[in-house]
C-alpha cells in the first residue's frame, strides 16, 4: 500500500515558539512543521517587548506568555477553527 504523502490526519501541537525575525512570529510543531506569522496579527503579543516575549509557555494546545493574560491557540494560528478547536463544540 502507498503512502500518501502530506499531513493527513496530524493533529497540530505546539512544540517551540520563536521570533527570529522581526514583526514575525515562529510557531514549531511537533510534527516538524514551522508555521510562521505576522505578529501584528496578535495585537497582545505585539504589544509585548522583545525580552517578554522569550517568556512564552505551553497551556494547552495554545501558548501564553507571562506578562499577558491571552492564550493564543493553535486554531487562531492556523485559521480553522472547525478542525483545530481546542474546545468542544455543541
Do not use: C
Amino acid at each position: 500500500m502507498k503512502k500518501i504523502e502530506g499531513f493527513w490526519n496530524n493533529v497540530p501541537t505546539i512544540k517551540n515558539v520563536q521570533f527570529k525575525e522581526k514583526g514575525k512570529m515562529q510557531i514549531d510543531l511537533a510534527d516538524k512543521r514551522s508555521i510562521i506569522v505576522p505578529v501584528s496579527a496578535f495585537p497582545s503579543i505585539k504589544k509585548l517587548s522583545t525580552k517578554d516575549r522569550k517568556h512564552w509557555y505551553l497551556l494547552g494546545n495554545g501558548i501564553t506568555f507571562e506578562h499577558s493574560n491571552e492564550v493564543i491557540h493553535i486554531e487562531q494560528i492556523l485559521g480553522n477553527f472547525q478542525n483545530y478547536s481546542h474546545e468542544q463544540q455543541l
